[in-house]
């Protein structure tokens, strides 16, 4: 041969034998890194590991040299390609096909998710954080009988949704005996396989690289053209493979070919073309057919071969060999030939190869394929294949493929020929792809549905979405203003819409707080307040609205009797699940505000269980928070801990860009004054650089109450002015309690009257056992004598009546801090007793330290408790031991930690070593907080 072309230079078998082994030419470091994995799964353990590497540098040879060392273990595996990205969960569908007759034996919830998802049933959308759980308990119970090795290939080219599951199941590998290793290209932003172990695969040195040179060209190669296309190479194993056959003998031989400055990928491309430009008619609209079927499945490919009537025989599929392989699915050597293949199509071809296949796809079966590939099969205007997508994209997202409705609805906007129209649906894929997460792509959407003919609705819509947009990525600095704009463009048009867009903008204006841009809370409030009526009485949404403006705007008085109503309006049957996942968090604030504890409690617990019913990990996060922040109220500081736990485990799962508040509130009251300034300084920066000022409000108010228990006055007071100055709401209105008792005690009586003053407005419009138990307290600080010795009653009568164990607890405190002062250390040594116990018992340390010091200042005998010399438990092991405790079986639990149960018994097994325990039933009599001071 003399030309440019496909080189004879090894017979086929030959050449897959040399790409397995040469290509590993310099890896033993790498193999034995895979080694290893085996090892350690072989043993019970469970990996986790991604390896990161350029295109064509060896990634998939190191795979595939996994999988035959894998004797005794079940081997699963998947492959990203480029154009299934867009089917949610296609790869997990494929992983977990050798597995679905395990499927039966997953909790009912998780069964139903993965059919759903797989499309083996129908049923209600399964969010991707559900669908990761089930696949996890599915992978579990594979690798029951023999350790189970996962192997992902090409994860840069994974369908968002496989991506972030199959991250989400490798972190939660603990103590199943599975190895999930994935390949990825470095150039890849894969943002989902952040944190987890990496090992990244560089070119082979040049030695290694002559020698896999030398393997491929069996004829003479001149020295300098050899150390051309080595130096070309950049050490990369396919490169050097393919190179050597863009040139002829001659060149090979003489080095007269010219340079080239092409990238890899390109001169594989061109690679491609120059053999199909060589290739028979019948063999190019083979290998066609086979790229545009991402499924790979032969039946359908065979089916609609013949519809093309090319005359498909033996021979055809020898000119093609090499290129793709036809055995129990249709795979390409490498998915670049796939994508070479494909666009080196005319528009012509293409669309006759999706047109077959779109006739050879079962309507029944698969219908929202086939309605895929017939969108593929028209280059122009086609109204009736534009409606069947719009349609399709309904199924699509029942089947919680948010980015299949997305695409689904994107392409029927580009077959639309009515450009009214094609706004519309343009503006409806939007929607869809900012709800998958792709919001940059959601805004070239809506530029698209704004360049449509005028029509004020539709345009006001598209500024509302650009302004959610914000608000999810921005969280809220420059979101409020961006929502002001769009509700007051609904007003005239869409007077319901207007007043959610109004309430939208004030939960941003809250968001920000004291980093507001644009428009502050209050102007946000006062446009709020002229908002058109609602065209619907007695709408929950309204009646928020509503209060909240007279809450910003009018003494808590006049405001709260509307504020109950909204509240009582949510409490009601008639509040749609997702009506009650978009609005409960802002409606628990409002609670909040009004200190109704009662209310409080029931909203946090609804919101965290709707939100885990409905896999809505968006929101979890939030519910969340609201719950933790429950639970410290109440004194469980164990329950708050294991929740924040549950956050840290989300954000790690999901990648998301997302603030565990819980964690600053929980080391605070726990006392832990180093963690709290650590965890503080890194949330104010987030906070800062995504505009969220209610965070930093959070993390003033934590500092209050963490530096109050220390007995550092003079820095909780610096701390709660800075939170109470906020607009007025829930956490801004419970530090001026903080700043009360810190002003006092830091000899500030003026600022302490102040924050009483500030406080009592809150209070007295609602007169819970919470807000006036608090109020007299902080009066109590203020006053003498018998008034003082009143109000100090008065608050341990009101707040011993609430589940608020340290408000209660800490007026004992104070109470008995009076006493001493008092001189009347008998009656003050009862009163810091109760104080230190009740402190003790809940874990706060700061608190009980306090107390500890005022008791030996009355000359109460203190001892120091036994404290055990057992190991620290990890937060892991703090939270199974509480659920475990609670009654929960270890699947249960599994289900509610998002691991497997097989990783709750490994954690009890550490649980029961380092406390000497045996049982479960022994876990009620340990400690799950560290032992602190006693008193005899």
């Not at 002015?721 to 500030?748: F, M, T």
């Not at 004992?812 to 009656?827: A, K």
């Amino acid at each position: 041969m003399t030309g440019v072309g496909w080189l004879p230079l090894r017979g086929r078998d030959e050449e897959i034998h040399l790409r397995r082994s040469e290509t590993l030419l310099g890896r033993q470091a790498e193999c034995a890194a895979l080694d290893g994995v085996l090892e350690a799964v072989r043993a019970g353990e469970s990996r986790s590991l991604v390896v990161r590497g350029a295109a064509g540098v060896g990634k998939s040879a190191l795979l595939q040299h996994l999988i035959d060392r894998a004797a005794g273990c079940r081997v699963v595996s998947a492959a990203g390609v480029q154009s299934e990205m867009e089917l949610p969960f296609a790869a997990v569908h494929r992983l977990c096909a050798p597995m679905l007759d395990l499927l039966d034996t997953l909790p009912e919830p998780q069964r139903d998710a993965l059919g759903t998802a797989f499309r083996l049933c129908a049923g209600p959308a399964p969010g991707g954080f559900l669908v990761g759980v089930a696949t996890l308990s599915l992978v579990a119970a594979a690798a029951e009988n023999r350790p189970l090795v996962g192997v992902i290939d090409d994860v840069q080219w994974l369908d968002p949704a496989s991506a972030q599951v199959l991250a989400f199941v490798a972190r939660r590998l603990l103590a199943e005996s599975v190895a999930f290793v994935f390949a990825v290209r470095d150039s890849s932003d894969v943002h989902a396989l952040s944190g987890l172990p990496a090992m990244d695969v560089a070119g082979l040195g040049e030695r290694d690289a002559r020698s896999l040179l030398r393997s491929v060209i069996p004829g003479r190669l001149d020295e300098q053209v050899g150390d051309r296309i080595i130096g070309e190479a950049g050490g990369n194993p396919r490169a050097l493979l393919e190179l050597p056959r863009e040139l002829s003998r001659a060149e090979l031989a003489g080095g007269f070919g010219p340079p080239t400055t092409q990238t890899l990928s390109g001169r594989i491309e061109d690679h491609v073309q120059l053999r199909l430009e060589r290739m028979p008619v019948a063999g190019r609209q083979l290998l066609l057919l086979a790229a545009a079927e991402p499924l790979g499945d032969p039946a359908l490919l065979w089916r609609a071969a013949e519809r093309l009537g090319d005359g498909f025989g033996p021979v055809t599929v020898a000119a093609v060999n090499g290129m793709v392989d036809f055995g129990a699915r249709v795979r390409f050597r490498h998915p670049s030939v796939r994508s070479a293949v494909y666009w080196a199509a005319s528009p012509e071809e293409r669309c006759r190869v999706h047109r077959a296949l779109a006739e050879a796809t079962d309507v029944e079966a698969d219908p929202d394929r086939r309605a895929w590939h017939r969108a593929h099969a028209t280059m122009g205007p086609d109204e009736e294949i534009a409606a069947e997508l719009e349609g399709l994209a309904d199924r699509a997202r029942a089947r919680g493929g948010l980015a299949a409705a997305a695409a689904f609805l994107e392409r029927s906007a580009t077959l639309t020929q009515d450009s009214g129209r094609r706004a519309e649906r343009a503006l409806a894929a939007a929607q869809s792809t900012h709800l998958a997460g792709a919001p940059e792509h959601a805004l070239a959407l809506l530029a698209l549905a704004q360049a449509g003919p005028p029509d004020e609705l539709r345009l006001a819509h598209v500024d509302l979405l650009r302004a959610e947009i914000a608000f999810t990525t921005d969280r809220g600095s420059l979101a409020a203003p961006m929502l002001l704009r769009a509700a007051r463009q609904l007003e005239r048009l869409d007077p319901g819409a207007a007043r959610e867009a109004y309430l939208q903008a004030l939960s941003a204006g809250m968001f920000a707080g004291r980093l507001a841009e644009g428009a502050s809370l209050l102007e946000v409030v006062a446009a709020a307040g002229a908002a058109p009526p609602p065209p619907v009485a007695g709408r929950a949404a309204d009646l928020l609205l509503d209060s909240l403006v007279l809450h910003f705007t009018e003494d808590a008085r006049t405001a709260t009797p509307t504020v109950c109503r909204a509240l009582r309006a949510f409490s009601s049957h008639g509040i749609s699940p997702a009506e009650e996942l978009r609005w409960l968090r802002l409606v628990f604030t409002t609670a909040a505000a009004l200190w109704d504890d009662q209310s409080c409690h029931v909203l946090a617990e609804r919101h965290v269980d709707l939100a885990r019913h409905t896999a809505a990990l968006s929101v979890l996060p939030l519910a969340l928070s609201s719950r933790i922040t429950v639970h410290l109220l109440e004194g469980e500081l164990a329950e708050a801990a294991s929740l924040s736990e549950d956050v840290r485990m989300i954000i790690a799962a999901t990648g998301s860009q997302i603030t565990n508040y819980g964690a600053v509130m929980v080391a605070a009251w726990q006392g832990r004054q180093a963690e709290v300034d650590q965890l503080v300084l890194a949330a104010a920066c987030q906070a800062a650089a995504r505009g969220e000022g209610a965070g930093l409000t959070v993390c003033d108010w934590a500092s209050a109450v963490l530096y109050n228990g220390l007995g550092r006055h003079g820095e909780a007071r610096a701390a709660a002015q800075r939170a109470s100055v906020d607009p007025p709401g829930s956490v801004a209105h419970w530090a001026l309690a903080e700043l009360v008792e810190a002003a006092v005690r830091s000899g500030d009586r003026a600022l302490a009257a102040w924050a009483l003053d500030q406080l009592v407005q809150t209070t007295q419009a609602s007169p819970t056992d919470w807000a006036l138990g608090i109020e007299a307290r902080s009066r109590a600080l203020l006053s003498q004598g018998e008034d003082a010795e009143s109000l100090y009653r008065e608050a341990i009568d009101r707040l011993g009546r609430t589940r608020l164990r340290p408000e209660f607890a800490r007026s004992h405190l104070l109470y008995g801090e009076w006493l001493r002062s008092e001189r009347r250390r008998v009656e003050a040594r009862e009163q810091l007793r109760t104080a230190h116990e009740m402190f003790a018992a809940m874990g706060l340390a700061a608190f009980a330290d306090r107390a500890a010091r005022e008791l030996l200042a009355t000359g109460e005998t203190i001892r120091r408790r036994i404290v055990e010399t057992y190991d620290q438990l990890t937060p892991q092991e703090e939270q199974v031991a509480s659920l475990a405790r609670t009654g929960l079986t270890n699947k249960e639990i599994g289900n509610r930690m998002y691991v497997s149960p097989r990783t709750v018994e490994w954690h009890l097994r550490k649980v029961f070593a380092k406390r000497g325990i045996t049982s479960r039933k022994q876990l009620d009599d340990i400690p799950l907080a560290a032992a602190i001071s006693g008193i005899g």
